[in-house]
């Protein structure tokens, strides 16, 4: 669908968007991933409260001559891919002007951070606090699959890509992470559903 996209009507078109729009559909179903921990503590060091937030504004890793910064998209929730590339791009070229505002970076709910332009296949990523969850993208590699049975069976080519979540346990339990996952990975591996999806 991309490499369409590309050669009709969006040149400059990447993955990530396809990913952070799958994620947020995914969140539709799991909104607890979309959450932000008050950083106040009891006299045990338990928290007191978080907050599950209603918008989805995702903080993204944007490589820059000082180092990542991490401005966000806001509003991912309403928006298509075509959008979110586009203020992608808006993001990226802020970066590389120095442009960047505080508004930028205010109340950001979910961080990815992708090194497919720098080439790592896989890392573990750190929250950035007081958010609750982020998402480690690697690069898009091709990988050998197996498929058929028996005699019959073979090996194809396919594109595969490598990704890792980490999350704060003290909101969110490994298994719906892990379901989380498994949705964002159904949209990823079947595109039409995320133009029909609300």
Request: with cysteine; aromatic share 8%; net charge neutral.
């Amino acid at each position: 669908m991309r490499k369409e996209l590309k050669t009709n009507h969006i040149p400059d078109l990447t993955l990530l968007p396809f990913f952070i729009k799958a994620l947020s559909l995914s969140m539709k179903q799991y909104p607890i991933i979309n959450s932000v921990v008050n950083p106040e503590v009891d006299s045990e060091g338990y928290i007191k409260e978080y907050v599950v937030k209603a918008h989805h504004n995702f903080s993204i890793a944007i490589d820059s001559e000082h180092g990542l910064t991490t401005p966000n998209i806001k509003d991912i929730e309403s928006k298509s891919i075509m959008q979110i590339n586009s203020e992608l791009k808006d993001l990226i070229e802020k970066v590389k002007r120095g442009a960047l505002t505080q508004a930028d970076f205010e109340d950001g709910t979910f961080s990815v951070s992708s090194v497919g332009n720098i080439g790592g296949k896989y890392f573990v990523p750190t929250i950035l606090r007081p958010q609750t969850c982020i998402i480690a993208i690697g690069k898009a590699n091709k990988v050998p699959k197996y498929t058929g049975d028996g005699a019959a069976h073979a090996w194809e080519p396919i594109d595969s890509i490598s990704f890792s979540m980490s999350a704060d346990h003290r909101i969110i339990d490994g298994a719906t992470v892990a379901r989380f996952s498994q949705t964002m990975k159904n949209y990823l591996e079947n595109p039409n559903l995320m133009l029909i999806s609300q």
